[in-house]
């Protein structure tokens, strides 16, 4: 296997450090003050402001498809943001949930209408999306999870439900 990047993927490198280049310094130059008053509202309200940054570079969501705002990213290319955004020591972002689970859900299985009531949003950090989980005796503790067999039915007709003429 091949690990080597392709000049599509040293262009995408090279595209994403000239706009961070050009984007990130101002940002984070304007954030130092809040940064000294830190607390969770001002946190939000920069990664809020950031998540929108990128968002108009078409940096903030690298795997939607481009009709919705993404690049549709290869793995490669993934591998190349996440090595970027490290080094360059970015901001995180306001909606990562929105971003990488939510959002490809609608993207994938979304009416017409739920795709422009929501993609937008969630893109442009308007929207902050979270997964709640919640089982029974297990509250939000998926790790407590527990599973049980329960035999409903006629034993004597394992296996033939679907052609059985009941």
């Known amino acids: ?40 509202s001002r946190t939000m309200a920069r990664r809020r402001a950031w998540q929108r940054r990128l968002n108009e570079g078409q940096w903030a969501a690298i795997n939607w498809p481009r009709e919705w705002g993404g690049r549709e990213a290869t793995i490669m290319q993934n591998v190349i943001y996440s090595e970027e955004m490290a080094k360059a020591k970015t901001p995180g972002i306001f909606n990562a949930n929105g971003i990488w689970q939510i959002g490809p859900m609608i993207i994938k299985w979304g009416t017409d209408e739920q795709k422009d009531l929501w993609l937008r949003g969630i893109l442009n950090a308007d929207e902050h999306w979270c997964q709640g989980f919640s089982e029974p005796e297990a509250g939000s503790d998926l790790a407590n999870l527990r599973c049980a067999a329960v035999l409903d039915g006629d034993e004597n007709d394992r296996g033939n439900h679907a052609s059985s003429p009941h």
């Open 1 to 40: 296997m091949d690990f080597a990047y392709t000049e599509e993927d040293e262009a995408f490198r090279a595209e994403l450090r000239s706009w961070l280049d050009a984007n990130l310094p101002d940002f984070l130059q304007a954030g130092e003050i809040e940064d000294r008053q830190a607390n969770i």
